[in-house]
């Protein structure tokens, strides 16, 4: 199925890249996140399990449990603090 990727602060700046459409078997955010993981490099950095990363499905913050359907956006967001 195809989604659209959506990165935001940091991780767009360790990707290099806001966006991009992916061809996936993923079915879950977990296993796109994996997927993503994956590819080594920058993503695996970025990604990686146990790094606290947040994920939108369709505008939404879910968790990584929930279920991916074709067309879907998924948002990346790493922790945010402030002072």
């Given at each position: 199925?195809?989604?659209?990727?959506?990165?935001?602060?940091?991780?767009?700046?360790?990707?290099?890249?806001?966006?991009?459409?992916?061809?996936?078997?993923?079915?879950?955010?977990?296993?796109?996140?994996?997927?993503?993981?994956?590819?080594?490099?920058?993503?695996?950095?970025?990604?990686?399990?146990?790094?606290?990363?947040?994920?939108?499905?369709?505008?939404?913050?879910?968790?990584?449990?929930?279920?991916?359907?074709e067309?879907?956006?998924?948002?990346?967001?790493?922790?945010?603090?402030g002072?």
């Amino acid at each position: 199925m195809k989604v659209q990727l959506r990165y935001f602060a940091s991780i767009r700046e360790a990707l290099g890249t806001g966006s991009e459409s992916l061809d996936t078997q993923a079915s879950t955010l977990a296993s796109l996140r994996a997927e993503l993981v994956a590819r080594g490099g920058a993503y695996a950095d970025a990604l990686a399990p146990g790094l606290s990363v947040r994920v939108a499905l369709n505008q939404t913050m879910s968790d990584e449990t929930a279920a991916l359907t074709e067309g879907a956006e998924i948002g990346f967001f790493p922790p945010v603090t402030g002072g």
